[in-house]
């Protein structure tokens, strides 16, 4: 095929779309300007790589694309897809953008379901599902269930996640799932920890990633984390297993918080794949006392 005089190649155009990216101050311009490319082809990597080498013409609404990601739209918002493990997760606004951080803390719910039957599990502020979704897709007969409390964020889950078969549920992560007080083998959260000072620095966090989805409460971001524990011990069987995403400046003082309470042991941190402490483990030794019964809506396909 020819192209008119003024068309870009595909090369050229991912070549400039590369530039005005680094102009706008997107941190991986070359893979994002590749990304979006892709996307609108629907082609693989390999596939454009290919191309790329090639006279192919950018695709229609390229330029378009490339605007938007310029303003600092999250890549995600505009492809409608995160990629998270195995899955892809339709995402959009309301909805927090899974992290790959978060895929060391899959791990580790999961090598700790090696050789359970039928582990019943919990995530707790499940945002797009990314965590609850990658457990019930990885672990067969595992038992998964999810909680978020925002309404948007929840609609995104129900998408992600009811294929999958986990039960959803629209509720407070402080008080949700009563009924299944002391019954799960392991409950998992990648809570809001960000201090209410702290606002994040990239436009793609700050003013795409909803708030309730990054910010703890008080002063030190701590409100939602500590209910997350309580929860926790509220919700496991003796012996079960709590593990918390939370920042690597937290680490210490989440580590002080379960031990304090005096109902877990082992308290562990474990490092992320940059080395950073950025997740703690516990398993309960002491049930917690019964909590308040909360309201809730529950969802299953
Ligand atoms: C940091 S995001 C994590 C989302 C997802 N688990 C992940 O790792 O990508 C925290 C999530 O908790 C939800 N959330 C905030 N407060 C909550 C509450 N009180 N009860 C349940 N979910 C809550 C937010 O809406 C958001 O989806």
């Not at 938007?68 to 927090?96: D, K, N, S």
């Not at 409390?149 to 407070?172: M, Q, T």
């Not at 809001?192 to 793609?204: G, H, L, T, V």
Request: charged share 20%; glycine share 10%; hydrophobic share 45%.
């Amino acid at each position: 095929m020819t192209r008119g005089a003024t068309a870009p190649s595909l090369a050229e155009a991912v070549r400039e779309a590369t530039a005005v990216l680094a102009a706008a101050g997107v941190p991986s311009p070359r893979v994002d300007a590749e990304l979006l490319a892709e996307h609108l082809l629907g082609v693989g990597l390999g596939r454009l790589r290919a191309l790329l080498l090639g006279d192919s013409p950018a695709p229609d609404g390229y330029a378009e694309l490339v605007a938007e990601r310029a303003q600092r739209i999250p890549l995600q918002h505009i492809t409608g897809v995160a990629h998270f493990r195995y899955l892809e997760l339709a995402v959009g606004p309301g909805v927090f953008i899974p992290r790959p951080e978060t895929e060391s803390v899959v791990q580790l719910v999961i090598d700790r379901l090696q050789g359970m039957a039928r582990p019943k599990v919990v995530d707790l502020g499940t945002g797009s599902g990314a965590i609850a979704g990658s457990i019930a897709h990885e672990v067969p007969g595992a038992e998964v269930h999810a909680v978020e409390y925002s309404e948007f964020a929840h609609a995104w889950a129900a998408k992600n996640l009811l294929p999958l078969g986990v039960v959803l549920i629209r509720g407070d992560l402080r008080d949700a799932l009563p009924e299944h007080n002391g019954s799960f083998d392991v409950v998992v959260s990648n809570p809001p920890y960000i201090p209410a000072e702290a606002i994040p620095n990239e436009p793609e966090v700050a003013l795409h990633d909803p708030p309730e989805a990054l910010y703890g409460g008080g002063a030190d971001g701590m409100e939602l984390p500590t209910a997350a524990a309580a929860s926790a011990a509220r919700l496991l069987v003796p012996g079960g297993y709590f593990v918390m995403e939370h920042a690597e400046v937290q680490s210490a003082w989440i580590a002080a918080m379960l031990n304090r309470t005096g109902l877990w042991s082992e308290v562990t941190t474990h490092r992320d794949l940059n080395g950073k402490d950025r997740a703690t483990s516990a398993v309960l030794a002491v049930p917690a006392p019964l909590a308040d019964q909360g309201s809730q809506e529950v969802m299953k396909e």
